[in-house]
């Protein structure tokens, strides 16, 4: 039996997108409010979600990786893909047992014998899609073994996967990493880019640290077309951002070094504004005052440091996901964590920057914009 989504969902999954963005801006903070404060009204949104009130919720939350393998086994044998070509056969059991349990998920909608993706996968679950998580998520399955050993982290406080892995050491998950970081980056960057205030006049460059494979600055340009980029990433990474630059068409005004914020020098008052998204997360405190000392010596005066970065409260335990997150980086990085918007203001200061407001991004993820500019 073949089965097809019967109609276009185009326009369904258009919808959804514009219900995401306003439940963004009910929950996006007024200028000045902390990530805290922000992290807390979002925690009262989905209170009846996040916490653990019965011997039920503790039954569900034992058994929450069924729907992550779920999901991941759907993309591996492209379902989704199916269900759109109208191609989907469910007389395997196996194919049609996984077909119920999208449906049960709300990633597939079933009616008589047919399924249809639901407008939410319809928009992210097919390569090319309006917002296309496939590359994303495939990396989620791929950290999915890390997260089998947390015990062994717990006992050791040691990372349980190398991440020299993704950063050239293996050349295809190198690729596939890039990939999906340049999927999930561009996803985020839609909702930051237009949040910058970054200079319009001809010549005015851009430093962005940790570029990954070159999402963000390829937004940036595409927004300022008189701005010039340099991205600063390993070797192996920066090599994949010139591709990703390169199809663009922006290789003449983004350049891809390769690099390590860690040890090179970036020169002194040669930038109007140093970007780092993304990429704190991974590093110890002391790294981090060190990063932005370096920063800071690179912008002009009155130039600005723009910082993304999942954070948490006070107290690191909220948003759920920032506290989740702050483990998946623990498992996979040396010195990987989440830290708050009061923790990074503190550097930001320490370093010799005036921090700005904190602003929430839109959703899906829990992303903060921190603006600090360089003192005099």
Known sequence: MRH???GDFRGDAERYHR????????????????????ARGRKREVKAKKKVNSIQDIVDLASAFYGSAVLFAALE????????????DTTA??????????????????????????????????????????KAIRYNRDVYGAWGKLAEFARTGRPVEKPEIHLGADAARTKAFAAAMFGRAMGIGRGVVP???LPRRDGARVLDLAGGPGAYAILMCEKF???????????????????????????????????????????AEEYDAVTIFGALHQESPEQ??????KAHRA?????????????????HTAPEFSALFAVNMALTTENGWVFSDAELKGWLETAGFAPGPTVAVPPPMPHWLVTAEKRA
Not at 20 to 25: E, G, K, L, V, Y
Not at 303 to 315: K, Y
């Open 77 to 88: 044998v492209d379902l989704f893909g199916q269900v759109a070509a109208g191609t989907l």
């Open 195 to 197: 949040l910058l205030d």
């Open 19 to 38: 219900r995401d963005r306003r439940q963004f801006r009910r929950i996006r903070p007024a200028a000045g409010r902390s990530a805290a404060q922000t």
């Open 93 to 134: 059991r196996g194919m049609r047992l996984l077909a119920d349990a999208c449906v049960a998920l709300g990633l597939l909608e079933k009616k008589g014998e047919t399924y249809r993706n639901s407008p939410p996968a319809q928009m992210t679950l097919l390569p090319g899609a309006p917002a296309d998580l496939t």
């Open 299 to 315: 912008l002009k005066p009155g130039g600005e440091i723009f910082i993304l970065d999942m954070m948490t409260d006070a107290t």
């Open 225 to 267: 077309p008189k701005l010039r980029v340099t991205t600063v990433d390993l070797p192996a990474i920066s090599a994949e951002a010139a591709e990703y630059v390169g199809k663009a068409g922006l290789s003449d005004r983004i350049s891809c070094r390769a690099g390590d914020y860690h040890t090179d020098d970036f020169g």
């Open 288 to 293: 981090i005052a060190a990063i932005l000392k």
């Open 4 to 6: 097809g989504r019967g």
